[in-house]
């Protein structure tokens, strides 16, 4: 009878740690997946800031090549207004 008794306190006890162990797995499984979780969010917000770089970098292009169009075009209306000038001179002292 005293080692029935024992054997069942041993059972018990046994099944007791192993019922922990397994709230103690699953715990640090839960908390695996929130790391796994926060780091996917992360490169996802790396790679946002990334292609807003990219964009950003790409609206810089572009305004200096409308700026570099513009001093183009006034720097042929120049050309073009001291030619007129130098026409009109030399007509004017005909």
Partial sequence: ????????????????LAACGE?????????????????????ENAADAAMNAADAAGNAAEAAGNAADSAADAAGNAVDAAADAAKEAADAAK
């Fill in 1 to 16: 009878m005293k080692k029935t008794f024992a054997l069942s306190l041993v059972l018990a006890a046994s099944m007791g």
């Fill in 23 to 43: 709230k103690a797995a699953d715990e640090s499984a839960n908390a695996a997946d929130a790391m796994a979780a926060e780091a996917v969010e992360g490169a």
